[in-house]
């Protein structure tokens, strides 16, 4: 077969990109053994540092494990003599009265408005009563007829009288028995008739009395000296006797000087409160610069079944009156003590009824029941079920028993103490 022709030189191949290097073919070899052994070596140690650190895993929680599990414990502590009860309370006027209308009419003027001081016996307000006075026209009439009809009655009874004397005075024989008889009835008639007459002039000044009597509300006056919070009338205005649910009053008065708090006590402190009437601090919502001194002066005496309370009023003499009625106001007062110990509100648990865990010297814990006393959300006083001195644990673990043993940390130890033991 005839061999090629050979091409032209300017088809030729360069020479050098024929000619081929040994010596770089060995140098990549030679790197690929240097990473693949890195990465091997990478690879047992990341292998073996992964076992070191589960190993010491393992042992520190097999040791954590075995450990008494740590608690922080306190002092029961002696309760102090007294505590401060802090409670809502609202302040009330010492009269609150509403006026309603004693007679029917329209109003013809008001004299107050709100907010003006009124004198007891004052004049509020006028009423027109053309219905009422027409009454009492007519019942002056009736009256007058009925004094009137007595002294005819008067008349008629004197002549009656005088007719039966002179009948019954004649001789025998001149007059009959039955018409001297008919003369004695009709004598004790007429004084009948008269009594009548009487009776009637005095049922009819009594109805004048009444209504004159009614005559007197058409001024509204102040019952006692305060202030007007309220006024529901105006020129014009239909106003009808009587007071209820159906009507309306005409003012509001109150008198706020001095001023009443009330308070509801709960049930836990209402012993106290009956027993002591102490002294009370009433600070005014708000305003902690505004003061004021107030004693327990009556209570209910009763326990409110439905919120377990008692109410308890304050008296305070308000000489500046700036206590309004209606305020929300904050009493605090200072209460004795029952003998007991007080400890932190974290040291209760439940299970189910109130308990303490107490730890001994040993590091052993104890639950025991208690009886709380009072409880003001940060500290509890316990009644009985536990000493003054004993450590007690706080925020317990309910996976902790009775007869397990614990790591106690004191935390009524000072730093110094601690560094020292």
């Given at each position: 077969?005839?061999?090629?022709?050979?091409?032209?030189?300017?088809?030729?191949?360069?020479?050098?990109?024929?000619?081929?290097?040994?010596?770089?073919?060995?140098?990549?070899?030679?790197?690929?053994?240097?990473?693949?052994?890195?990465?091997?070596?990478?690879?047992?140690?990341?292998?073996?540092?992964?076992?070191?650190?589960?190993?010491?895993?393992?042992?520190?929680?097999?040791?954590?494990?075995?450990r008494p599990p740590p608690v922080d414990v306190v002092l029961a502590k002696s309760s102090p003599l007294t505590h401060r009860l802090v409670l809502p309370g609202e302040t009330a006027a010492w009269h609150d009265s509403k006026i309603y209308a004693r007679v029917n009419g329209y109003v013809k003027k008001w004299l107050v408005d709100i907010g003006d001081p009124v004198s007891e016996g004052q004049v509020l307000?006028?009423?027109?009563?053309?219905?009422?006075?027409?009454?009492?026209?007519?019942?002056?009439?009736?009256?007058?007829?009925?004094?009137?009809?007595?002294?005819?009655?008067?008349?008629?009874?004197?002549?009656?009288?005088?007719?039966?004397?002179?009948?019954?005075?004649?001789?025998?024989?001149?007059?009959?028995?039955?018409?001297?008889?008919?003369?004695?009835?009709?004598?004790?008639?007429?004084?009948?008739?008269?009594?009548?007459?009487?009776?009637?002039?005095?049922?009819?000044?009594?109805?004048?009395?009444?209504?004159?009597?009614?005559?007197?509300?058409?001024?509204?006056?102040?019952?006692?000296?305060?202030?007007?919070?309220?006024?529901?009338?105006?020129?014009?205005?239909?106003?009808?006797?009587?007071?209820?649910?159906?009507?309306?009053?005409?003012?509001?008065?109150?008198?706020?000087?001095?001023?009443?708090?009330?308070?509801?006590?709960?049930?836990?402190?209402?012993?106290?409160?009956?027993?002591?009437?102490?002294?009370?601090?009433?600070?005014?919502?708000?305003?902690?610069?505004?003061?004021?001194?107030?004693?327990?002066?009556?209570?209910?005496?009763?326990?409110?079944?439905?919120?377990?309370?008692?109410?308890?009023?304050?008296?305070?003499?308000?000489?500046?009156?700036?206590?309004?009625?209606?305020?929300?106001?904050?009493?605090?007062?200072?209460?004795?003590?029952?003998?007991?110990?007080q400890v932190p509100a974290a040291a209760l648990s439940f299970r189910p009824a109130p308990q303490v865990a107490v730890v001994d010297d040993k590091n052993v814990v104890e639950f025991r029941d208690v009886k709380i006393g009072v409880d003001d959300g940060n500290v509890v006083q316990i009644e009985s079920g536990l000493r003054e001195g004993e450590r007690v644990a706080l925020n317990l673990s309910s996976q902790?028993?009775?007869?397990?043993?614990?790591?106690?940390?004191?935390?009524?130890?000072?730093?110094?103490?601690?560094?020292?033991?």
């Amino acid at each position: 077969m005839p061999a090629d022709p050979p091409l032209p030189n300017d088809e030729q191949p360069p020479k050098k990109m024929l000619d081929y290097d040994f010596r770089t073919g060995s140098r990549m070899s030679i790197v690929a053994l240097v990473l693949a052994g890195v990465l091997v070596a990478g690879f047992f140690y990341v292998n073996a540092e992964r076992r070191y650190k589960t190993n010491k895993l393992a042992a520190t929680t097999r040791e954590e494990m075995s450990r008494p599990p740590p608690v922080d414990v306190v002092l029961a502590k002696s309760s102090p003599l007294t505590h401060r009860l802090v409670l809502p309370g609202e302040t009330a006027a010492w009269h609150d009265s509403k006026i309603y209308a004693r007679v029917n009419g329209y109003v013809k003027k008001w004299l107050v408005d709100i907010g003006d001081p009124v004198s007891e016996g004052q004049v509020l307000a006028l009423i027109e009563t053309p219905e009422l006075d027409a009454q009492l026209q007519a019942a002056r009439a009736k009256l007058s007829a009925a004094e009137a009809e007595v002294n005819v009655k008067q008349a008629k009874d004197d002549f009656a009288k005088s007719t039966y004397e002179r009948w019954r005075s004649s001789p025998q024989g001149v007059v009959s028995d039955q018409e001297r008889e008919s003369k004695k009835a009709a004598a004790i008639a007429a004084e009948s008739e008269l009594v009548a007459a009487k009776a009637q002039v005095t049922l009819d000044k009594a109805d004048v009395d009444r209504l004159t009597s009614l005559t007197e509300f058409k001024q509204v006056k102040a019952p006692f000296g305060g202030t007007i919070v309220e006024r529901d009338i105006d020129l014009g205005d239909l106003v009808t006797a009587g007071s209820g649910s159906g009507m309306s009053a005409l003012f509001r008065v109150v008198q706020s000087r001095p001023m009443r708090v009330f308070v509801d006590v709960p049930q836990s402190a209402a012993d106290r409160l009956l027993t002591d009437a102490p002294e009370a601090d009433i600070a005014v919502g708000g305003d902690a610069s505004r003061h004021y001194e107030g004693k327990v002066s009556r209570t209910s005496r009763a326990i409110n079944p439905r919120s377990r309370t008692l109410r308890v009023e304050i008296d305070i003499p308000n000489a500046d009156s700036r206590l309004v009625p209606g305020l929300y106001v904050e009493a605090k007062f200072s209460l004795k003590n029952a003998i007991g110990v007080q400890v932190p509100a974290a040291a209760l648990s439940f299970r189910p009824a109130p308990q303490v865990a107490v730890v001994d010297d040993k590091n052993v814990v104890e639950f025991r029941d208690v009886k709380i006393g009072v409880d003001d959300g940060n500290v509890v006083q316990i009644e009985s079920g536990l000493r003054e001195g004993e450590r007690v644990a706080l925020n317990l673990s309910s996976q902790i028993v009775s007869g397990m043993t614990v790591e106690a940390h004191d935390l009524d130890a000072s730093p110094r103490d601690d560094k020292e033991s």
